[in-house]
């Protein structure tokens, strides 16, 4: 589960930075940008064998590298429109309705009740929101479901990172075919390429490593609860990298949260030290 915590801090970090530079590009030139620089250094480093693959083997990474296209691209524009802790609460519906449709304790509900809690009282005292805001933020849900499995069934069919390589390939060449076109010059400026290659690596290259990693050692649905921690996290690096104060539900917000992943987390502590 430590894997996944330092995935959480990660990809927030990543966001946060790539939000303060939507005055020099445009969110889906960032995201790209950042897709591209996670496959160029998966793809370097893990080499995928694709001799002998199986047309399920290759539709599994389609569908995964689609999948996380999709959700990265519809994220960064619901953030661009709205406060990045709101977006990531409004994401959070997509694990936590895997965590509901996969949990088979009674507890399970009970500690994402408290988290759907966590997850409302963070939406009240934010300003600016806008309707396509939300909108990109619930489809961006609705692929964070997708993803969860996906990347679990990945994880089983291609060795190490090679599923991850594939799909991280597949998801920059297909938003290429817009966003390069559409970017200009923007791809020429050092600064966008830096703060986008940046973002690539702490919000795709070592997130999504530890989690295809976790997934294989931890069940959907507590993978899917610990990241109801990912609005506080979203929270945190915007009060810290982008200056977006937090007010008293906000910090209840958190507190459910919180409370909600721990309880998850020594829930499947003992399940796992438990005797046969």
Not at 163 to 171: E, F, N, P, R
Not at 246 to 271: D, E, K, M, N, P
Request: glycine share 12%.
């Amino acid at each position: 589960m430590g894997l996944v915590l330092a995935g959480i801090v990660s990809v927030q970090v990543g966001a946060a930075l790539s939000k303060g530079a939507f005055d020099e590009a445009t969110p889906t030139t960032m995201v790209w940008v950042r897709l591209a620089t996670a496959a160029l250094v998966l793809l370097a480093f893990v080499r995928p064998r694709f001799a002998g693959r199986t047309r399920h083997d290759l539709l599994v990474a389609l569908a995964f590298g689609a999948v996380l296209a999709l959700m990265n691209w519809a994220f960064y524009q619901a953030f661009a429109r709205i406060p990045l802790g709101l977006a990531v609460a409004i994401e959070l519906l997509g694990p936590l309705s895997v965590a509901l449709a996969t949990g088979r304790r009674r507890s399970d509900a009970l500690w994402v009740l408290l988290a759907g809690a966590g997850v409302a009282l963070l939406g009240f005292e934010r300003s600016g929101v806008t309707l396509a805001g939300v909108l990109f933020a619930l489809l961006a849900a609705g692929c964070w479901a997708a993803y969860i499995l996906l990347s679990a069934a990945t994880g089983r069919v291609w060795p190490g990172l090679s599923g991850l390589a594939v799909a991280s390939l597949v998801g920059a060449v297909g938003l290429g075919f817009y966003a390069v076109p559409a970017a200009g010059g923007d791809l020429l400026d050092t600064s966008v390429l830096v703060t986008g290659a940046v973002a690539g690596l702490l919000s795709s290259v070592v997130p999504y490593s530890l989690e295809l990693i976790a997934l294989r050692t931890i069940p959907t649905h507590v993978f899917g609860t610990l990241m109801s921690l990912e609005p506080a996290a979203g929270a945190m690096a915007g009060l810290l990298l982008l200056g977006e104060e937090l007010g008293l539900g906000q910090y209840a917000a958190v507190a459910c949260i919180v409370l909600a992943s721990a309880g998850v987390a020594r829930r499947a502590t003992r399940v796992a030290v438990a005797p046969d």
